[in-house]
């Protein structure tokens, strides 16, 4: 049973067995338009909430992705790093960032779920 | 997250036919040559300079002979002149056209300049040589500095920084060893958002933290919120702000001295950043305003040419309270004549140099095609040429007042004069389309990514060069454009631009995913 | 006034457009002080005067080819051809911009990309930028730059490294609170020990100039071993790039990045700048690169184009995440330096390399021959160093006074080091004739008797 939290840097945690998938929402990726590189965390790097993860660049900027929650990093996306296009075509797929562990469940709750999301990013359109 | 400002450009899909050009047999259009890379024309086997033979001597290379092939092909001489003649033809230039690129001050580059920096004893002088050797290169330092000096009003110069981001680095330095002098722990930089980024980049660099400061609905930053900054931030911890004026929209900011004021009161320095200088040379010194540290660009302010992007020059000019914090070298003056003072503890005057910013003494060939355009202006002149920038500015925006939006309103800009997009809202035609449109009329775009506090910005900077025709021709082809897009009929034509160029629009978002940065022979 | 177009009443008529009477009140509506500044400043020039004012300056100085010759450390005088001065005074090329709208820019771009693959050949590395402001400036940042790859904060620099260049990366590195370790000077000598045993587990890089500021040529491999053993990155410096016609270059010899200054191919003395720094690394590395660089891509045609590629590292939009605070190359400079390189091409390159490599062999053949000079290096490519029997400042300017640039004191460069008083840098280029080398040699032998 995967359930999918996000924050409102447009990050998302699918979290399913205790492992934590995270990358970039749709809506960020049409904002960012073309990515054309990430970097990612290299496994074992620890986090606190809200630290600074990964880089995205995309033609017009270069953001940073910040994880919604503390742990350490499992996996990171071969293939996104191979092909940064994966974060345009399919951001909450297969162009997921880097899995890490969940040190703290409690984190969690302060994230939105889908319809607060939605919610929310219309609100700030 | 979400820095979505900046800049996009990838050419969209045509969806129409006719627009594709047809292309010649030989890749030629006309007086357009198409030429290939030096690397698939010239040969390994192929040279232009006869030089003569040397006697086989003995070798002390130490046994670190080159081997093998390095990579270099050559070409004959007749042959290279074409190569680089026909890249020549595919770049648009001042001397060809109008080139209204915000902030970027492209004006008249006089001839007399070159002329003067290719003299021999500019040119052909070592920086090494004994310094009695070459009295005349100081004594061209010290006019030069004479004049930035007295047209600022302040004390000191460092002439060495190589650009205006480098001049900035020294500038915010000499804050940084002035505050280091006094054991002070102040850490904080206020900087307004409409800032250009090398300002947020440098104070970072030096470890400073930044503050943003926001402009007013006027388009300038007001003396109550770099207070309110202040306080937030606690008085003690302020190092300075950065400020740059006329700002980055083109306007003067109105309340600088209240502004240098309230950063003095706390302790601060205050850096101006001098890029527009061009508004206010010979009218306005930036001393009596309490600035205390300033760069200029001598590429853009006293004419020195951009060359395809430098090389630049940044001096920077100091207020009493820095001026001992100059970088070496820096000239002394004593009987014997000028002295290049080129090491921290070299002289026995008050100075207190924060180190060295390159290996030698800056970019000597900028100073003398500097100083000949300030000789050649004299003070009336270059009090003319200022005046004559704001006048153009002012021009362009009376003309087009009513058909684009000033985001800051309708008031007196100084040099530059800054519209955004929005009277194009609802046509599908954005800022860049009608920049790559311009294109196609024989223009230069003005500035179009940059300030990033409008949507779509339209920066335009006429500088004092261009006669009332030439501003006329461009203001009504503008005119034209914005009402073509309102009328809504050729929006494609807009987005397909432009078409009578070397290239098309070219696909940054591919070049950016696999960066081709070299030549390989397999690419081809 | 010659530079500016308008006339009195093209100006009124503008004012009338603008709906105010002067200009002064232009300035007075957008907010400036009105006080006149108090100022001495002369008014404007002719042409003729200014030309005659500048050029009485120009006849103080000493120009090089006014006679014997043989400065270096660090710019080197080299014969510059016709064409390459007549070919960036081209309109498009001088009085053009950065290449932002690359549309109407390629001329510009394509010589970038052609500059940026001559370069990475030329260093023996994968890839180059279009360039920084000079060689030292260059310096500075690709220390700045081992940092951010190695996240390590200590520079560790070769003591024979150009004492300027090692300022200026002292002066970055005290500003941004890093660290910078130095091994010592020994001067005549490619000694790398010192080196090698400092290099511990905090060095993010070691910076090592072939040929060194004495004129020395060094094996770097033991060097790129050692530090890559460490984890840190091996920063080559060279400041003579004809030197790499004849000698292997650093990024074959496993330099992550090289650095070199530029000016000897296509650009002039100028009395320091403007210069050219040459930067080349690593495929690896070219997120973490400073400055522009030129990228190949297609246009709307899908026809080749050039384009300024990976912006988004720079200032422009990263603001204080910015890679550096870098915004200018140091075009013109690059475009003399690709058109001369093309001229010379691969034989040239070669021949230029052998023909400065024979006249330092026999420039040091004739020295040696004198009464109180020793020549100290064991290998040097087109300068090296003598111990004199005397100050060498006081013998060079003897010398001067005979119309002879005899070469650098190293006490210029290390005025607080008794050790180097005597030591004399020398550079033979091609320009140097047998003339020069015959009247070097004889007055110089005076100077030593006197």
């Known amino acids: 049973m995967t359930k999918t939290y996000y924050s409102q840097s447009h990050e998302y945690v699918s979290v399913e067995d205790g492992v934590a998938t995270i990358g970039i929402t749709h809506y960020a990726q049409s904002q960012l338009g073309d990515i054309v590189f990430v970097e990612l965390p290299e496994t074992g790097r620890g986090f606190k909430q809200g630290d600074e993860a990964a880089v995205v ?44 562990t969940i040190t703290n469940e409690d984190e969690l709750t302060k994230l939105m779920d889908r319809a607060q999301y939605d919610a929310f990013v219309k609100e700030n359109q | 997250m979400l820095n979505n400002k900046g800049r996009v450009t990838r050419p969209q899909e045509s969806t129409d036919d006719h627009i594709e050009t047809q292309d010649s047999y030989s890749g030629h259009k006309g007086l357009l040559m198409n030429e290939p890379l030096l690397f698939e024309v010239g040969g390994l086997d192929k040279t232009g300079v006869d030089l ?222 001098g890029a527009n200088f061009n508004a206010i040379m010979g009218r306005v010194r930036p001393g009596d305003l309490g600035v205390d540290a300033m760069h200029f660009n001598l590429h853009k302010t006293f004419s020195t040419p951009h060359g395809g992007g430098g090389p630049g020059s940044g001096p920077v000019v100091l207020s009493q309270r820095l001026s001992a914090f100059a970088p070496v070298p820096f000239l002394q003056k004593s009987d014997d004549g000028l002295t290049l003072i080129e090491h921290e503890d070299g002289d026995d005057t008050e100075a207190e140099p924060f180190g060295r910013l390159t290996a030698f003494h800056g970019q000597m060939g900028m100073y003398v095609r500097a100083l000949s355009y300030i000789l050649s202006h004299g003070l009336d002149g270059l009090a003319q040429a200022s005046g004559d920038a704001v006048l153009n500015a002012n021009y362009v925006r009376a003309k087009l007042k009513h058909l684009l939006n000033q985001p800051f309103g309708d008031q007196a800009c100084m040099h530059e004069v800054l519209f955004d997009e929005s009277s194009l809202a609802g046509t599908g035609v954005t800022t860049l389309d009608i920049a790559k449109r311009l294109i196609d009329e024989g223009f230069h775009p003005m500035t179009i990514y940059f300030p990033l506090v409008c949507k779509g910005a339209m920066l335009i900077e006429p500088t004092e060069s261009e006669s009332q025709a030439s501003i006329d021709l461009f203001v009504e082809t503008l005119a034209s454009l914005i009402e073509e897009a309102k009328a809504g009929e050729t929006e494609e034509a807009f987005h397909q631009a432009p078409v009578h160029t070397p290239r098309r629009r070219l696909d940054e978002t591919a070049a950016a995913r696999k960066p081709i940065l070299r030549f390989e022979s397999s690419s081809n | 006034m010659r530079y500016l177009p308008h006339t009195e009443s093209t100006r009124q008529a503008m004012l009338d457009t603008i709906g105010v009477a002067s200009i002064e009140d232009l300035f007075e509506q957008a907010g400036t002080p009105q006080e006149q500044p108090p100022t001495s400043l002369p008014p404007h020039k002719s042409e003729m005067e200014v030309e005659q004012h500048l050029s009485q300056l120009s006849g103080l100085n000493r120009a090089a080819g006014d006679g014997p010759f043989f400065v270096g450390c660090g710019a080197y005088r080299h014969h510059v051809p016709a064409s390459v001065d007549h070919l960036i005074q081209r309109s498009e090329f001088l009085t053009s911009y950065t290449p932002y709208q690359p549309e109407i820019s390629q001329g510009t771009l394509q010589y970038l990309f052609e500059f940026q693959t001559q370069v990475a050949n030329l260093l023996g590395s994968e890839i180059a930028n279009a360039s920084l402001y000079d060689g030292s400036t260059g310096c500075g940042e690709a220390v700045l730059m081992a940092h951010r790859i190695t ?43 010192d080196l090698i045993a400092k290099i511990d587990d905090e060095t993010s890089c070691v910076v090592v100039q072939t040929p060194d500021v004495f004129g020395s040529l060094y094996d770097l491999k033991p060097i790129a071993e050692a530090a890559q053993a460490k984890g840190a990155l091996l920063i080559a410096v060279v400041t003579e790039v004809v030197s790499l ?26 009395f320091g700048g403007p210069y050219l720094g040459l930067f080349a690394c690593r495929q690896k590395y ?98 090296f160093t003598v111990r004199l029997k005397q100050s060498a400042e006081q013998t060079v300017e003897t010398l001067v006074k005979k119309n002879i640039l005899a070469g650098v004191p190293a006490s210029r460069l290390w005025p607080d080091r008794p050790d180097v008083e005597n030591l004399l840098i020398i550079a033979a280029t091609e320009t140097v004739s047998d003339d020069h080398i015959n009247e070097l040699c004889a007055e110089l032998k005076e100077a030593l008797n006197a």
């Open chain 1, 57 to 100: 660049e995309s033609v017009k900027a270069a953001s940073e992705v910040y994880t919604p929650i503390a742990g350490e990093t499992t996996e990171m996306n071969e293939d996104l790093a191979a092909n940064p296009a994966l974060a345009n075509e399919d951001p909450e797929g297969a162009g997921w960032f880097f899995k890490q």
């Open chain 3, 245 to 270: 016609g004849a000698v292997q270059a650093p990024g074959d010899m496993g330099a992550d990045i090289v650095i070199a200054e530029g000016q000897s191919i296509g650009n002039g003395l100028n």
């Open chain 3, 151 to 193: 996240r390590r904060k200590k520079a560790l620099l070769s003591g024979n490294l150009h004492p300027h260049y090692a300022s200026v990366v002292k002066t970055l590195s005290h500003m941004s609170s890093f660290q910078v370790d130095q091994s010592e000077v020994v001067a005549g000598q490619s000694a790398t020990d």
């Open chain 2, 52 to 273: 003569p033979d040397c006697s086989e001597t003995e070798n002390m290379l130490g046994g670190l002979e080159r081997a093998g092939e390095i990579g270099l092909p050559g070409l004959s001489e007749p042959e290279a002149v074409r190569h680089y003649v026909r890249l020549s033809q595919q770049n648009y230039a001042i001397d060809s056209g109008f080139y209204p690129l915000g902030s970027c001050t492209m004006k008249h580059n006089p001839r007399l300049n070159e002329k003067m920096a290719r003299l021999p004893g500019f040119t052909d002088i070592h920086p090494l040589q004994p310094q009695s050797s070459v009295q005349g290169a100081l004594q061209l330092m010290e006019q030069l500095s004479h004049w930035l000096l007295e047209l600022t009003g302040m004390e000191a110069i460092a002439l060495s920084p190589k650009a205006g981001a480098h001049g900035e680095l020294c500038g915010m330095m000499a804050i940084k060893a002035a505050l280091e002098a006094a054991d002070s722990s102040r850490n904080i930089v206020l900087v307004p958002e409409s800032a250009h980024g090398t300002n947020p980049a440098t104070a970072a660099q030096l470890g400073f933290k930044v503050a943003s400061i926001p402009a007013d609905a006027d388009g300038t930053v007001r003396a109550h919120a770099v207070q309110t900054a202040i306080e937030e931030n606690g008085a003690e911890t302020i190092a300075g702000i950065m400020l740059t004026n006329p700002n980055t929209c083109g306007l003067f900011e109105r309340e600088i001295k209240a502004i240098a004021d309230a950063v003095h009161e706390a302790g601060g320095y205050f850096y101006c950043d």
């Open chain 3, 286 to 383: 070219v997120r973490q690169m400073p400055g522009r660089v030129c990228g190949e891509t297609i246009d709307a045609d899908g026809k080749r184009g050039f384009v300024l590629t990976l912006s988004t590292r720079e200032q422009h939009i990263r603001r204080e995440k910015a890679t550096s605070n870098i915004c200018t190359n140091s075009g013109l400079c690059c475009l003399a330096f690709s058109i001369h390189m093309t001229l010379l091409g691969e034989r040239g390159m070669k021949k230029l390399a052998a023909l400065n490599h024979s006249k330092a062999v026999q420039l040091s053949k004739a020295l040696s021959n004198i009464d109180g000079v020793e020549i100290i290096n064991q290998s040097f490519f087109n300068e």
